[in-house]
């Protein structure tokens, strides 16, 4: 690339970071706890949801509700969504508390997989809402993937998330 070009490139992206007004959509795969946190914080806040779920709605409990405006990948199995969810947002943030495991895990690994950014916030430490928001404005992200244990491997999670997700979301500096 030529010098003129890197630097259009670079004043292109502060431009853009300048610009960044918050998120425009959240994604996530309609599990229980934080899945549904994001989509039901999206849904209160007005602002855009959607993302992919297995074949079937498949959901710890039951069927993924109407609701959640998700596509059904052609697969039952929760990788394959969890996959489509990271590759099409432009960053993940994946809430869980004290250790990553399991769907988060994955998610985590998925995110580097696919070099894509991805901000873990450990519940359980008092998170900051700045660093989301700053981590937010600084990836231009528009699509938000929002991942992070089920409710019944983390009781409590979903209410948990939902609370730090209103902060973060609602409170745009």
């Not at 998610?107 to 519940?123: F, G």
């Not at 404005?137 to 209410?159: D, F, M, Q, T, Y």
Request: hydrophobic share 35%; with cysteine.
């Amino acid at each position: 690339m030529f010098a003129a070009q890197e630097r259009f490139a670079t004043m292109s992206c502060m431009a853009q970071a300048l610009d960044y007004r918050g998120v425009d959509c959240v994604v996530s795969g309609g599990q229980t706890g934080v899945d549904r946190a994001g989509l039901d914080t999206a849904i209160l806040l007005g602002i855009r949801h959607g993302g992919w779920c297995p074949r079937g709605r498949l959901a710890e409990d039951g069927a993924v509700p109407p609701i959640y405006e998700l596509d059904e990948t052609r697969s039952a199995e929760y990788p394959v969504r969890t996959e489509q969810n990271v590759i099409d947002s432009d960053g993940t943030l994946i809430l869980y508390r004290v250790n990553l495991f399991g769907g988060s895990e994955l998610t985590h690994r998925l995110t580097r997989k696919h070099t894509r950014p991805c901000l873990l916030v450990d519940l359980e430490d008092s998170p900051d809402l700045s660093r989301s928001q700053h981590w937010l404005r600084k990836n231009a992200i528009h699509v938000l993937n929002v991942a992070g244990p089920r409710e019944s491997s983390a009781a409590g999670i979903g209410n948990q998330a939902a609370e730090y997700l209103r902060s973060v979301l609602s409170n745009w500096p």
